[in-house]
């Protein structure tokens, strides 16, 4: 028998280690078998386990990782079965499972057998030539990628982007399931592309060119010529004698006695012993009163001619101003009797002396002085042929001083002149007032007779 001393201390001993190989096989109890059971709501499992949120079940930490083996595509025969993994002693890590066998001709490739723990799934076996009949798969992997979105449709013709293709995962590759491996979760759906943009709209074509003349949007006889934007279509084209017809197309005073615009033609009246015959028109510009009125076929105004059928033709004389008058016996008959008075520029038919312009034709026994071929005119009257017939060419206004020479508008004509009678005789553009001798002043200026008041105050 052991002293008692030694006794004592062999007991704790052994004590201490009953206490210990008692913990150690408490330790070594079962575990809680969580397989397959759901996920809790925020996807998390006990330690040891991980979600497979495909499934939202719980399965062995690792198990998820387990990649599939490649189909065998030889055609000889199997080898064998990998090796399983090997136990580590007491409480060491979970077991590996071992590499599949490799299939040399049409063998199918074996997943290694896991020993003990929770198993990790084995790698399927590669395959080595041979026409394919391959082994079994290993281990299926997780679902495909979701499809990407279709791209977005650049400008020009607006069209939707097309839609990425939803793609199920494809199942793991493989067929039967080793050992603690489980099968791919399907893929998610491809989300849909974006619509295009709409394209860019064309630029609209750029605006013609306003054409000349008058401004754009004026009424008729109206005219945009001061450029002033304020006054826009300011100016009476068909009155204006600085504008008449047109923009800056003035009217000349070439021979002119008073300027006059009237429907967009000039209309001057004319000094004594010119004519206004042309009248151009817009946009030609005005040559005034161009026609000298003191020559046979053109006498006094236009269209007078000093001419009588079968007759010599008179002259137009300053004995009888800007009037046909009579220069040899012969221009005053053309049968029997007629003799000229040179002095007067007057035919004397049997001793009746006969006005300007009359010639002597035969009146039954005699010779009497005749107009054109008509009777003969009043003592104060003078033939002409334009206009036809006896006027007074020292007081009618539209024969004044001549055969077809016009005063201006509101004249009078007296002793052959153009006179005004009232201040509105004077306003062709301005205001003016009418002198007693029957001349027009402008703003303090006298006019020369026949002249009236223009748009700057000046005599025309």
């Known amino acids: 028998m052991l002293p008692s001393a030694r006794r004592h201390t062999l ?61 065998g595509d030889g055609a000889g025969s199997p080898s064998s079965a990998g090796t399983a993994g090997s136990d580590s002693a007491g409480g060491g890590a979970l077991p590996v499972g071992g590499s599949g066998g490799e299939v040399t001709a049409g063998g199918t490739a074996g997943g290694g057998v896991p020993a003990g723990g929770a198993p990790t799934a084995g790698a399927g076996g590669a395959s080595v030539g041979g026409s394919p009949s391959g082994g079994t798969a290993g281990v299926g992997t997780g679902g495909a990628v979701a499809g990407s979105g279709g791209e977005a449709a650049s400008g020009g013709a607006p069209g939707a982007g097309s839609g990425g293709t939803a793609g199920g995962g494809t199942a793991g590759a493989g067929g039967a399931e080793l050992a603690g491996g489980g099968a791919g979760g399907a893929g998610v759906a491809g989300s849909a592309g974006v619509a295009g943009g709409a394209g860019v709209a064309g630029s609209a074509g750029a605006a013609g060119d306003a054409g000349s003349g008058g401004a754009p949007g004026c009424p008729a006889g109206f005219g945009e010529c001061d450029g002033n934007p304020d006054t826009v279509c300011e100016t009476d084209l068909t009155t204006s004698v600085d504008h008449c017809g047109g923009c800056n197309r003035p009217c000349s005073d070439a021979g002119v006695a008073s300027l006059q615009c009237e429907q ?11 004519a206004n015959c042309s009248q151009p028109s817009a946009p030609n510009a005005d040559d005034g009163c161009e026609a000298v009125a003191n020559q046979s076929a053109l006498c006094g105004g ?26 040899k016996d012969n221009e005053c008959r053309l049968t029997g009797q007629g003799d000229c008075t040179v002095s007067t520029g007057l035919c004397e038919c049997d001793g009746t002396e006969c006005r300007p312009g009359e010639i002597c034709v035969a009146g039954g026994s005699s010779v009497v002085c005749s107009c054109n071929g008509s009777g003969a005119c009043s003592a104060d009257e003078t ?34 002149d153009c006179m005004c009678d009232g201040d509105g005789d004077c306003n062709a553009g301005s205001a003016g007032s009418c002198d007693p001798s029957g001349v027009c002043v402008c703003d303090s200026t006298t006019c020369n007779v026949g002249q009236r008041c223009l748009p700057d105050d000046s005599c025309g």
């Not at 967009?264 to 004594?272: A, F, N």
């Not at 236009?302 to 220069?327: D, E, F, I, R, W």
């Open 264 to 274: 967009g033609v000039c209309t001057s009246t004319c000094g004594l012993g010119r």
């Open 11 to 71: 007991q704790r001993v052994l004590g201490g280690m009953l206490l210990v190989a008692g913990a150690a096989a408490a330790c070594t109890a079962e575990r809680l078998d969580l397989e397959n059971r759901a996920c809790s709501s925020n996807g998390e499992c006990m330690d040891g386990y991980e979600c497979d949120e495909a499934r939202n079940v719980c399965v062995r930490e690792g198990t998820l990782d387990g990649s599939g083996g490649s189909e």
């Open 383 to 416: 033939c002409c042929q334009s206009p036809a017939g006896c006027v007074a060419v020292l007081t009618d206004p539209d024969n004044c001083g001549g055969c077809g020479r016009a005063c201006p508008p509101g004249f009078d004509c007296v002793d052959g």
């Open 302 to 327: 236009c269209g007078n001619t000093c001419s009588h059928s079968g007759y010599q033709p008179m002259a137009c004389s300053s004995v009888a101003p800007h009037v046909c008058a009579c220069t």
